[in-house]
Structure formats: structure tokens, C-alpha cells
């Protein structure tokens, strides 16, 4: 069953906008999907990538695959490829990355080694994405209120 964050709950019916949990997935499997690229798949590949597995190897490569075919069968060439960190910041409940802290205090929030801790490797990659400049950040404050960080 998918999991959609509530900060994200203006876009998730229609998926007009790439979810938290389907960004995570392309970092896993190494794609750069533009939101062009997105808004040219259908509700359906849309809801197929939200649903589908890519944790295991087997899943991430079938991922990536089903993904560069959608964009291939609607662009006529692939997206671009990411390296994939073999061990990436949202797995790591030990070390809050500085982009978290700076944004945090931009907001006099301060977050604790024990409360990144208690969050889940999901939660912990929407933070990452929401401390990084960009037009979307505006949800960081709602993600930290979301995860009872403040």
C-alpha cells in the first residue's frame, strides 16, 4: 500500500507532481525523471510507479526499466542516469545531514540525533529533498510539524 506524506496531500489524487515516495525510488535506481516526463505518462504508469517494489536488486532494475520504457515509449529517448549512492544519507539514522540542520535553523528548529533516529528512511529522504533550494521547500516546515519534530 502506498504511502503519501500529508504535506503532499494538494498534488497526490491527481499526481500531477512526482511523490516523495517515487523520488526516492529513481534516487534508488539511479534516473533523473523530469516532471515533463512525468506529467506525459498516464494515470495509470503514474499509479503503477508509485505502486511498484524497488528495494530489492531484481526490483530496482525492473524499476529502472518499466521507468526508462515509459519515458522512451513518450519522449523517444531516455532519461538521464543518476549514480546511485551505495549508502545513502536516508538510511543513515545516525548523521543529520547539514542541509537539515541549516534549513531547521533557519526556522530556530532544532533537531536531535535521537529524533532523526526514531524517523523512517522515507521520512528522512523527504527532509533531505525539502532542505535542498528549491521551489518545494516551502514544505519543510509542514514535514517537521508531520513527523513531530516540532
Same mark, same amino acid.
Given at each position: 500500500?502506498?504511502?503519501?506524506?500529508?504535506?503532499?496531500?494538494?498534488?497526490?489524487?491527481?499526481?500531477?507532481?512526482?511523490?516523495?515516495?517515487?523520488?526516492?525510488?529513481?534516487? *534508488?535506481?539511479?534516473?533523473?525523471?523530469?516532471? *515533463?516526463?512525468?506529467?506525459?505518462?498516464? &494515470?495509470?504508469?503514474?499509479?503503477?510507479? /508509485?505502486?511498484?517494489?524497488?528495494? @530489492?536488486?531484481?526490483?530496482?532494475? *525492473?524499476?529502472? %526499466?518499466? &521507468?526508462?520504457?515509459? /519515458?522512451?515509449?513518450?519522449?523517444?529517448?531516455?532519461?538521464?542516469?543518476?549514480?546511485?549512492?551505495?549508502?545513502?544519507?536516508?538510511?543513515?539514522? *545516525?548523521?543529520?545531514?547539514?542541509?537539515?540542520?541549516?534549513?531547521?535553523? %533557519?526556522?530556530?528548529?532544532?533537531? @536531535?540525533?535521537?529524533?532523526?533516529? @526514531? &524517523?523512517?528512511?522515507?521520512?528522512?529522504?523527504?527532509?533531505?529533498?525539502?532542505?535542498?533550494?528549491?521551489?518545494?521547500?516551502?514544505?519543510?516546515?509542514?514535514? &517537521?510539524?508531520?513527523?513531530?519534530?516540532?
Amino acid at each position: 500500500m502506498s504511502h503519501f506524506f500529508q504535506f503532499e496531500a494538494d498534488f497526490v489524487e491527481s499526481l500531477r507532481c512526482i511523490p516523495m515516495q517515487v523520488r526516492m525510488k529513481l534516487d *534508488t535506481c539511479g534516473v533523473k525523471l523530469k516532471l *515533463t516526463h512525468w506529467n506525459q505518462f498516464t &494515470l495509470e504508469e503514474r499509479e503503477a510507479l /508509485v505502486e511498484m517494489l524497488c528495494t @530489492t536488486t531484481d526490483e530496482i532494475e *525492473t524499476y529502472r %526499466e518499466y &521507468l526508462q520504457n515509459r /519515458v522512451i515509449e513518450h519522449t523517444g529517448s531516455p532519461a538521464s542516469t543518476l549514480p546511485i549512492e551505495p549508502q545513502p544519507a536516508w538510511m543513515d539514522s *545516525t548523521t543529520i545531514p547539514a542541509s537539515i540542520q541549516e534549513k531547521a535553523q %533557519e526556522l530556530a528548529v532544532s533537531i @536531535t540525533v535521537q529524533q532523526w533516529a @526514531t &524517523l523512517s528512511p522515507a521520512q528522512r529522504f523527504a527532509l533531505i529533498k525539502l532542505s535542498r533550494p528549491s521551489h518545494e521547500n516551502h514544505n519543510f516546515l509542514p514535514a &517537521l510539524k508531520e513527523f513531530q519534530l516540532i
